[in-house]
């Protein structure tokens, strides 16, 4: 009997609510049910409580919190495209949903039937397969209630936008069936001239027990909006690099001159997108030591989009070349694992192991709108092209790709029209042109593999973590009369130690080594080689840091990172290629929960260096590069010892949030709270041409929650961006997006 009471347990996975900002447990990849002080990773996790708090809209919202993370190419509206620790997030395999399904993320994600968010920073090919060394985005939905439970929301800011959301749950059939509804429907509004549109919300997550032994769980959302999408910036034009003045400065806007309201792209500038994403998640509890777990999930996407960007022609007066592109398209992620996960001793060692297999597979079908001139037989002169000839689809048979192209008549110039980015006026609408569902490129990445993964502890002192992932990988591109397939068989490898000091639980030193292998994308429309896939990018990144709980609730942390990964640009004959090595590493402190019973805090600091270190040499006139043309026929800089773009020295974030209620009684149930968020100088492309200066942004808000009505009740008001400071908010590859202005929002929760 003594020896099956000291037999170990698998871990097990929950979802609690806590008071406060802490947690401390991770439910992302292959830390799954483990203490945040034990695993050799860097792991934020954004809390039910903080989001309240800040009263969350979206991703973009949610990951100022997080040190190193900055939005990446687009606006602050209609998506959230991000990068962490200056490394683009891979938007269709970096974001997961209850720690397995890859949702894609080209949409705005409401945050109302979330109950955590987990940025886990840094390569995860082992768990997850090919993704970007940045790091995951895990979401976990709202689970059932044992009690039943129903909350309503009235909510809205300053600009008009306002909504109702719902949120109701509980248990039937003797606690075997629990259920978890959440709906939002609202009308959007941030602010920014002729810029409003509605989103909407419908999920739900539920549970089932037929026996005591198995969990099945199947979570569904659906989210749609649609806005007009805000204008950026873009440099087509550029300053000619020569040997005298090799880098020469592109000179951008100052962006104290632009108010943040403004917006130069015209309100049929269509931003329309919906996706829906379904998982089954299903556990065999075999014994208390052995358990087998099947996952099944599916997000589909789709999206229509009028992209407007403005080449400005004179910064002081504000004159502008506007354009614009027209595209749809369609993702879809299949997902599906199988793991057997179990924990036995031998020899004086526990091991926590784990055995699986998965399969990713990721389709593209999108068509694009370049801007090209048109005749008169045409239908007119434009500069709109549109899809009109078809072929049979190959991987999918009842469905077509483009194979020919006709104009539509609209703008009369094939170089945009001239737009004042300062006080626009804006040209009428262009109609779009009639199109089979599926048009255009056509992609499917298949990326699936093995994995084994063992956590061996040694009593209470150190845990060795190692493990492997023996993929099989295949990018193909099919675009008409031409079909390329990028195959890859990698075996990479993630190894870690975690050392805890005299055997202390609330202290822990670990260092880990985990390689990795990422998709690098399709070559940019500029570049000849366009929509081409580049084989599979390596990344290896090393990480040593120290972890602490001295403090109940409070988890302290201090890491050092170095992260090598593979570069990829344009090259001096404008094909898009891999070349050379980057470099990222850096120290960054964090500080998480709760401070006393009625401080909470999150506080994040990351001093970083991200340089491109290796790559082709400066190429002159007469220099043999290897090119199609055999020399370099323009003068053409390294790109070497340069900052990488969009990647700032410095990021720090501090959000506070105090209850009166223990100091002053009479001031029961209310909380005050703020934020800074702070990220220094970023360039705006590889060749460090232009400087997107550092910015700061201040939140003020509070809280009053009562029990004096029939109901209880939760009132917040929180300043966003007090001072409205106007700052660049991305930059990369020529293109940069503005800030969103300040606003105010507003919210009044009934528990029903």
């Known amino acids: 009997m003594a020896q099956e009471a000291s037999s170990p347990t698998l871990e097990t996975v929950t979802v609690q609510g806590v008071r406060g900002f ?111 060394p940045a790091g995951v985005i895990n979401v976990t939905l709202k689970r059932p209630t044992q009690d039943p439970m129903w909350d309503v929301k009235l909510f809205g800011n300053a600009f008009g936008g306002a909504g109702i959301a719902t949120d109701f749950g509980g248990t039937v059939g003797n606690g075997k069936f629990g259920y978890r509804i959440n709906g939002v ?83 049929w500038a269509q931003y329309r997108a919906e996706e829906t994403n379904v998982l089954s998640h299903n ?41 614009f592109a027209f595209s749809t398209q369609q993702n879809e992620n299949r997902n599906a694992r199988i793991q057997a996960a179990g924990t036995f001793d031998t020899f004086g060692l526990t091991h926590n192991a784990m ?5 990713n597979v990721r389709d593209t079908f999108s068509v ?21 000839t078809f072929a049979a689809n190959p991987l999918n048979p009842n469905t077509q790709i483009a194979t020919a192209t006709a104009c539509q008549s609209g703008i009369t110039s094939v170089n945009g029209v001239a737009v004042n980015y300062l006080n626009p006026t804006f040209v009428n609408g262009m109609a779009r042109q009639a199109a089979p569902a599926f048009t255009g490129n056509v992609g499917r990445i298949d990326d699936s593999g093995f994995y084994i993964f063992d956590r061996i502890s040694y009593g209470e002192y150190v845990d060795l973590l190692a493990g492997g992932r023996f993929g099989n990988y295949n990018d193909i591109t099919i675009k008409p009369n031409k079909i390329k397939n990028n195959h890859a068989a990698p075996a990479t ?20 080594y985990v390689e990795a292998l990422e998709t690098p994308g399709l070559g940019p429309i500029t570049v000849v080689n366009a929509g081409q896939p580049l084989p599979p990018l390596p990344s290896a990144q090393r990480e040593i840091g120290v972890k602490s709980e001295f403090f109940e609730g409070l988890l302290l942390t201090a890491d050092y990172f170095n992260i090598h990964r593979a570069a ?81 020295k410095f990021y720090g974030s501090l959000f506070a949030q105090y209850q009166l209620g223990s100091v002053f009684p009479q001031l029961e149930g209310l909380a005050i709270n703020g934020g800074m968020y702070y990220i220094g100088n970023r360039p705006m492309n590889d060749l ?48 940069i997006s503005q800030g969103v202005p300040g606003t105010v929002n507003l919210s009044l929760e009934a528990h029903l």
Not at 210 to 223: F, G, K, L, W, Y
Not at 293 to 312: E, H, N
Request: charged share 15%; aromatic share 10%.
């Open 185 to 267: 429907y609202s009308g959007v509004n941030y602010g920014i001239d002729h810029q409003q549109g509605t989103r909407s919300l419908i999920s739900g997550a539920f549970d089932y027990h037929p026996i005591e032994s198995v969990t099945m769980q199947v979570d569904v959302e659906h989210i749609y909006k649609s806005l007009p999408e805000p204008g950026l910036f873009r440099f087509v034009t550029t300053p000619t690099p020569t040997l005298a003045n090799p880098y020469p400065a592109i000179a951008i806007p100052d962006i104290k001159s632009i108010d943040p309201k403004t917006n130069f792209a015209p309100n």
């Open 493 to 512: 490898q993630s190894e870690g130690i975690v050392v805890k000091p005299f055997g202390n639980k609330d202290l822990s030193i670990y260092a880990s």
């Open 688 to 735: 460090n041409q232009a400087n997107l200066g550092g910015y700061t942004t201040f939140d003020l808000g509070l809280a009053y929650s009562t029990d004096a009505f029939d109901y209880p009740m939760t009132f917040r008001i929180n300043a966003a961006n007090v001072g409205n400071a106007r700052y660049w908010a991305s930059g990369d590859a020529n293109l």
């Open 368 to 388: 694009n709108a370049p801007q090209t001139a048109c005749t008169a037989a045409t239908g007119g002169s434009g500069v709109y092209q549109g899809a009109t």
């Open 22 to 132: 802490s947690s401390d447990v991770s439910q992302i990849g292959g830390f799954r049910g483990a203490q945040l002080i034990d695993t050799p990773a860097t792991i934020a996790v954004l809390p039910r409580d903080l989001l309240d708090a800040q009263q969350v809209g979206g991703m973009n919202d949610l990951l100022k919190n997080v040190a190193g993370a900055n939005s990446a190419q687009t606006g602050l509206t209609v998506t959230s495209n991000q990068s962490i620790r200056g490394i683009p997030l891979d938007n269709r395999n970096g974001f997961r949903m209850d720690g397995s399904l890859p949702f894609v993320n080209l949409i705005d994600l409401p945050m109302e039937d979330k109950e955590r968010v987990e940025v886990m920073k840094g390569a995860a090919g082992l768990y997850y397969g090919f993704a970007s």
């Open 283 to 323: 556990v065999w509890s075999i014994t208390d030591q052995f358990e087998l777990s099947v996952d099944v999930g599916d997000s589909k996407f789709s999206r229509l989009r009028a992209f407007t960007t403005i080449q400005p022609t004179n910064i002081l007066t504000g004159a502008g070349t506007e354009q």
């Open 568 to 648: 990829t640009y344009a090259n001096a004959a404008n094909f898009f290629v891999e070349d050379g090595q980057r470099k990222y590493e850096g120290f960054e402190v964090s500080a998480a929960g709760n401070v006393t019973d009625d401080l909470a805090i999150y506080a994040n600091l990351l001093n970083m260096m991200a340089k491109n270190i290796s790559g082709a040499p400066t190429c002159g006139p007469g220099t043999a590069v290897g090119t199609v043309g055999g020399t370099c026929k323009n003068f053409t800089p390294t790109i070497v010892g340069l900052q990488v773009s969009n990647t700032a």
């Open 355 to 359: 055995v699986g297999w998965s399969d």
